[in-house]
């Protein structure tokens, strides 16, 4: 079966760094995406990893290790607006059709 | 941003009734996908398009049917709508070549409410 797991909800302080983590099992990879959504709005792509290793973009980093089924979304310097849900996706097969996480809520406290 | 438009953005109709979702894209892209989004579930792909008149099914097919007769258009449509369908419905667009092939980029979604 295909299956992919992130925390529900996370709360961290403003200015400071948070980890969110996925760990995947699915039939294949061919890469994992992570996205951003604020509340009501669409889902926005934030990065994507294919290979081992971190992938840093500013003030987000996603590292992914295949052996291990396992993915970080770093986020640093906290701002308010970084309050959202983060959805981790694996690309399983050559199709291009994505699985998704049921996302982690992340809240940003003053 | 993509251009991806979803309509409508809001509806609101009864149990038995078909309705169709229509999602247009501006970008010439090759693939296109249905999702909905519930708590707890995240998001689950409906339908999926791989060009003109070519669709296929996603993991919650059941009781949805898509059509795309032109590149810029996939549709998707509820037969007879119950109130399990109920849901916040995503369409994105992806293409192969592209720097990160099959990103896939999302409309802005349409809440979809079936009394």
């Known amino acids: 079966g295909q299956n992919i797991d992130q925390p529900t909800e996370m709360t961290a302080t403003e200015g400071a760094i948070v980890q969110i983590n996925c760990t995947y099992q699915t039939s294949g990879f061919n890469g994992l995406f992570w996205y951003q959504q604020h509340a009501g709005e669409a889902p926005t792509f934030l990065s994507y990893n294919v290979l081992d290793g971190l992938e840093e973009k500013g003030r987000f980093s996603s590292f992914l290790s295949r052996s291990k089924g396992y993915s970080y979304l770093l986020l640093k310097e906290l701002q308010m607006k970084d309050s959202a849900s983060y959805l ?13 996480g049921q996302g982690t809520e992340l809240s940003v406290k003053p | 941003d993509a251009g991806i438009t979803q309509s409508p953005r809001h509806k609101v109709t009864e149990t038995g009734t078909p309705v169709t979702l229509r999602c247009h894209q501006t970008e010439n892209h090759r693939y296109m996908y249905w999702y909905r989004q519930d708590p707890g579930h995240g998001l689950r792909l409906i339908h999926y398009s791989y060009g003109v008149k070519d669709t296929d099914k996603g993991e919650v097919s059941d009781g949805y049917s898509v059509s795309r007769s032109k590149t810029e258009d996939f549709l998707l449509t509820l037969e007879s709508a119950t109130s399990s369908q109920t849901s916040v419905y995503f369409c994105a667009i992806s293409e192969m070549g592209d720097r990160v092939p099959d990103t896939q980029y999302f409309g802005p979604g349409t809440r979809l409410t079936v009394l």
């Open chain 1, 88 to 100: 981790c996706a694996v690309n399983h097969n050559q199709g291009g059709k994505l699985i998704f």
